[in-house]
């Protein structure tokens, strides 16, 4: 599937912008930096469709890629929470931008949390977590950037994540370790995206 049509369809600064609700949509929310653009370039086999960079607060829309001929569903990156250095009013209004459309989007199917392996849990992505599960909206979370970091460690991080993940209703208990980078856990989560998606 994604070895065929993937394209850019729109960037939403605003509601109001949104596509028609017409086919599922799987969303990629995540601290700044975390690495969802990378994630989605990986996983649609694209090398730069969504844009990845170092400077953190890349992503300030929201970004919808059709995959699919004709569309079967759409990906949809988000700008990222959690970015201190980033003006107050702008870090509202991405807030709620993202916050309004993971609660009122009837087509959304799947959300992907994305949590740094380095750094697991922040209160942000809790307060995330517990802003999906009252929107009972599910969602996976997505380890990203395993290859930073040495398996030991990188064990003693999901397991915790998964501690804790359990305690939230809307979370799928089995967690994702990847590495956009080197390939690690791509196909996986490509083959359970496309389930979410089409299921
Ligand atoms: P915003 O749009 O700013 O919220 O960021 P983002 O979550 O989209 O992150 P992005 O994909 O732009 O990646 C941020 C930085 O992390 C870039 O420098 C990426 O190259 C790097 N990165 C992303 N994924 C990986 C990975 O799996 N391994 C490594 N080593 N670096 C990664
Ligand atoms: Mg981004």
């Given at each position: 599937l994604f070895s065929g049509r993937v394209e850019f369809l729109l960037s939403a600064p605003q509601l109001k912008f949104l596509p028609d609700p017409t086919v599922p949509e799987i969303a990629f929310c995540g601290r700044s930096n975390v690495g969802k653009s990378s994630l989605l370039?990986?996983?649609?086999?694209?090398?730069?469709?969504?844009?990845?960079?170092?400077?953190?607060?890349?992503?300030?829309?929201?970004?919808?890629?059709?995959?699919?001929?004709?569309?079967?569903?759409?990906?949809?990156?988000?700008?990222?929470?959690?970015?201190a250095k980033a003006p107050v009013k702008v870090v509202e209004r991405w807030k709620n931008l993202v916050k309004s459309y993971l609660r009122g989007r009837q087509v959304l199917a799947r959300n992907l949390v994305l949590v740094d392996s380095r750094h697991g849990l922040k209160e942000v992505d809790r307060e995330m977590m517990r802003m999906l599960d009252e929107a009972a909206v599910g969602y996976r979370i997505v380890l990203t950037k395993a290859d930073k970091i040495k398996a030991s460690d990188l064990e003693r991080v999901a397991n915790s994540v998964a501690d804790e993940a359990r305690k939230h209703p809307?979370?799928?208990?089995?967690?994702?370790?990847?590495?956009?980078?080197?390939?690690?856990?791509?196909?996986?989560?490509?083959?359970?995206?496309?389930?979410?998606?089409?299921?």
């Open positions: 370039n990986a996983l649609t086999g694209r090398k730069a469709i969504a844009r990845a960079s170092v400077t953190p607060g890349r992503t300030q829309e929201l970004n919808f890629f059709e995959v699919g001929e004709p569309t079967l569903f759409r990906l949809v990156d988000m700008p990222g929470y959690g970015f809307a979370a799928f208990p089995e967690l994702h370790l990847t590495s956009a980078e080197k390939g690690m856990g791509i196909a996986a989560l490509r083959a359970a995206v496309v389930a979410d998606a089409l299921g």
